[in-house]
């Protein structure tokens, strides 16, 4: 267990380290802020590393378990209705608890944050019932994303203006933390009880169709609302460091109710698994509760570091940044921030391993990660670009999913659910913690919209990896198609070179024959010769004695 958690507070402290070390730069050369609040920034980090490690040493114990049993279970019982009604339920409560949602219902002034996070929860369960659906009756994921973002496309044109980036943005920050790795867990729990050949490719896509579904109910919701003011984001005035301490003290007990309330429908689900279908043995249900208690403790640290530090640090950051300087010069150091972030990213390494091992060394692990940082590097300069121009969301995020929906009818299946997932692994806790309101506060001191502007730097995050993938996918096709090529043309080359020698072999037989029938012949004449010659002298022979 102690081995455990320190790989997980060092995969924890890799993610959270780059973040450190670019507020450091900043706050000496071009974004200077206060040195209580610098210390505050720091005391932040180091909870966010123990709170993700802990947090993400909870969801191994507990949440994936309960995820992967809890699907086989469903798939057992063989009742159609009984899966569609917990699939939906699951898909519920899981959002509910999601921690990022949260962060950003806080944001949103102008809307109840209970409205937008039962929006977000109805679209997710709509969405995990269709994607047991596909699995159970493999449908093709390719179909139901292009449906889906079509009628995404189509509903924006009759939203509200200001709720378009805020839908956009719910779907790359609902598949946050807690609901990425139970999702999967599900799935591959419903997968494997069929266990036939597609098995490793339904495990993926649920993720994909979680991200999509929170962005067609919201959209529909800004129908409805609208948003108003400006951000939700508050600086306290810190002059010592016993207010910080008092900060975080005064803190803990909100956060600890918020989500002892977000897990306990979660736990219930489980206890009711347990006592009908599951019958797990007391040892593994032990376990699972010690993993749970890890996942609170974690999520309260990292919700109290967010709110507390990250949030404030990153807004003022953004702030004083366009106040101090150019406004351009938010463009390049977005782009840095943004490479940095997702190659630090934990899930990065896993996601590369996995193509990697997929494709069996033909994109390898390094020049994957190369391009999704560098591409997602891109997208958090575009959307500062998107603030500064004041450019729609939409032209950046219906050509991106386009050009990665259209090459669905190229790359083997399997790459486009891994690409469809991957969104959700490059707009991590990170994401929606820091870059977003890094982003609210470039807008709110440029004089931008932060509703039309600002939010859905997460949207174009986790889109980038979507067109990544596929475009590696994309070489994948023409290197595979290649490879077989050649073999055909060595073979092809074999069988001429084998006619060759065929030929060769017959023409020396003919050879051999020609020669063996001539000395036949010649035989036969030499004897023909000796024997009239023979008969020749007996009959002068006897014509002398006549």
């Known amino acids: 267990?102690?081995?455990?958690?320190?790989?997980?507070?060092?995969?924890?402290?890799?993610?959270?380290?780059?973040?450190?070390?670019?507020?450091?730069?900043?706050?000496?050369?071009?974004?200077?802020?206060?040195?209580?609040?610098?210390?505050?920034?720091?005391?932040?980090?180091?909870?966010?590393?123990?709170?993700?490690?802990?947090?993400?040493?909870?969801?191994?114990?507990?949440?994936?378990?309960?995820?992967?049993?809890?699907?086989?279970?469903?798939?057992?019982?063989?009742?159609?209705?009984?899966?569609?009604?917990?699939?939906?339920?699951?898909?519920?409560?899981?959002?509910?608890?999601?921690?990022?949602?949260?962060?950003?219902?806080?944001?949103?002034?102008?809307?109840?944050?209970?409205?937008?996070?039962?929006?977000?929860?109805?679209?997710?369960?709509?969405?995990?019932?269709?994607?047991?659906?596909?699995?159970?009756?493999?449908?093709?994921?390719?179909?139901?994303?292009?449906?889906?973002?079509?009628?995404?496309?189509?509903?924006?044109?009759?939203?509200?203006?200001?709720?378009?980036?805020?839908?956009?943005?719910?779907?790359?920050?609902?598949?946050?933390?807690?609901?990425?790795?139970?999702?999967?867990?599900?799935?591959?729990?419903?997968?494997?009880?069929?266990?036939?050949?597609?098995?490793?490719?339904?495990?993926?896509?649920?993720?994909?169709?979680?991200?999509?579904?929170?962005?067609?109910?919201?959209?529909?919701?800004?129908?409805?609302?609208?948003?108003?003011?400006?951000?939700?984001?508050?600086?306290?005035?810190?002059?010592?460091?016993?207010?910080?301490?008092?900060?975080?003290?005064?803190?803990?007990?909100?956060?600890?109710?918020?989500i002892a309330f977000a897990l306990l429908p979660i736990l219930l689900l489980f206890i009711i698994f347990q006592v009908t279908k599951l019958h797990l043995r007391k040892k593994t249900i032990l376990k699972i509760l010690v993993g749970t208690v890890y996942t609170f403790v974690g999520l309260v640290l990292f919700l109290l570091s967010v709110n507390v530090g990250f949030m404030p640090t990153g807004y003022q950051l953004g702030s004083i940044l366009i106040e101090n300087n150019q406004p351009w010069i938010v463009v390049p150091i977005s782009i840095i921030i943004g490479y940095f972030v997702v190659a630090a990213e934990p899930a990065v390494f896993v996601l590369k391993e996995q193509v990697e091992d997929m494709t069996e060394g033909a994109i390898s692990a390094k020049s994957l990660g190369i391009g999704l940082s560098v591409g997602v590097g891109l997208s958090v300069g575009l959307s500062m670009v998107r603030i500064l121009s004041g450019l729609s969301i939409l032209y950046i995020i219906i050509p991106g999913y386009l050009i990665a929906l259209l090459m669905t009818f190229i790359v083997p299946p399997i790459f486009t659910s891994i690409a469809f997932d991957s969104g959700a692994v490059a707009s991590g806790p990170l994401a929606a913690t820091f870059m977003l309101p890094f982003a609210i506060g470039v807008c709110e001191a440029y004089g931008g919209n932060i509703f039309t502007d600002a939010f859905g730097i997460v949207a174009v995050v986790a889109m980038t990896p979507v067109v990544t993938i596929q475009f590696f996918g994309l070489a994948y096709t023409i290197k595979s198609k290649r490879a077989k090529d050649q073999d055909i043309t060595f073979e092809t080359t074999d069988t001429i070179l084998d006619f060759d020698e065929d030929v060769m072999d017959l023409e020396t037989a003919n050879t051999v024959v020609a020669a063996e029938n001539n000395a036949t012949i010649n035989a036969d004449a030499n004897n023909t010769s000796e024997m009239n010659e023979a008969n020749y002298a007996d009959v002068t022979n006897e014509f002398n004695a006549t």
Do not use: W
């Open 1 to 258: 267990m102690k081995k455990l958690l320190l790989s997980k507070f060092k995969e924890a402290s890799i993610s959270v380290l780059p973040i450190l070390i670019i507020v450091a730069i900043l706050n000496f050369t071009l974004s200077p802020i206060s040195s209580n609040d610098m210390i505050l920034f720091i005391i932040s980090s180091f909870i966010m590393v123990l709170g993700i490690a802990l947090f993400n040493l909870g969801v191994d114990m507990s949440m994936m378990p309960i995820g992967e049993k809890i699907g086989a279970a469903l798939v057992k019982s063989k009742n159609l209705l009984f899966i569609v009604f917990f699939t939906f339920i699951i898909g519920i409560f899981i959002t509910v608890a999601e921690p990022d949602l949260l962060v950003l219902a806080e944001q949103i002034n102008g809307v109840p944050d209970s409205i937008i996070i039962f929006a977000v929860a109805l679209g997710v369960g709509f969405a995990l019932v269709a994607a047991i659906l596909r699995i159970l009756f493999q449908i093709k994921l390719s179909y139901i994303l292009m449906a889906c973002y079509s009628i995404a496309f189509i509903l924006s044109a009759f939203t509200g203006k200001e709720f378009i980036s805020i839908a956009y943005e719910a779907g790359g920050v609902t598949t946050g933390p807690i609901m990425v790795p139970f999702i999967m867990a599900l799935g591959l729990g419903l997968a494997s009880i069929r266990g036939d050949k597609t098995t490793a490719e339904d495990s993926f896509g649920l993720i994909s169709l979680c991200l999509i579904g929170p962005i067609l109910t919201v959209l529909i919701l800004g129908m409805f609302y609208e948003p108003s003011g400006g951000s939700a984001i508050s600086l306290s005035q810190i002059d010592s460091i016993s207010d910080i301490i008092k900060l975080f003290t005064m803190n803990i007990p909100m956060y600890s109710k918020q």
